[in-house]
């Protein structure tokens, strides 16, 4: 936890008691908000784990970007794989259509 300096310590106590509840009130309200936003990202991140299959496999995903994250490299390789069925398909359709033109060369 960080330490408080004395000026910031200076600082609320200039307060009245009228504006130092005020402000305390505003800092709980915005570390509730805080805490409901955190509790909403951990939430899309979960469902994006039980997505990819990686649930209850006793991964940490919440840990900060500085190492690897293994949601992360996962959603990464997905996605690679999903890019690929794309080029895959439209190659599928370019080797139907030339099939197609062979075949009613063929029946000539």
């Known amino acids: 936890m960080k330490e408080v300096t004395k000026a910031e310590l200076q600082k609320y106590m200039r307060l009245d008691k009228e504006n130092l509840s005020a402000s305390l009130v505003l ?3 915005l570390n509730s908000k805080l805490k ?7 939430a899309v ?3 994006i784990a039980e997505y990819l299959g990686l649930q209850n ?8 970007l500085s ?3 293994r949601l992360l490299d996962e ?3 997905y996605l690679s794989k999903s890019g ?4 895959l398909k439209k190659r599928i359709a370019e080797l139907e259509n030339e099939n197609g033109v062979l075949r009613k060369l063929i029946q000539k």
């Not at 496999?57 to 900060?64: P, S, T």
């Not at 690929?84 to 080029?87: A, F, H, L, T």
């Open 36 to 42: 409901e936003r955190i509790a909403e990202r951990e």
């Open 57 to 64: 496999k006793g991964l940490v995903f919440y840990n900060g």
């Open 67 to 69: 190492g690897k994250n």
């Open 27 to 29: 800092k709980d309200q």
């Open 75 to 77: 959603i990464k390789n």
């Open 45 to 47: 991140i979960d469902e």
């Open 84 to 87: 690929d069925k794309v080029k």
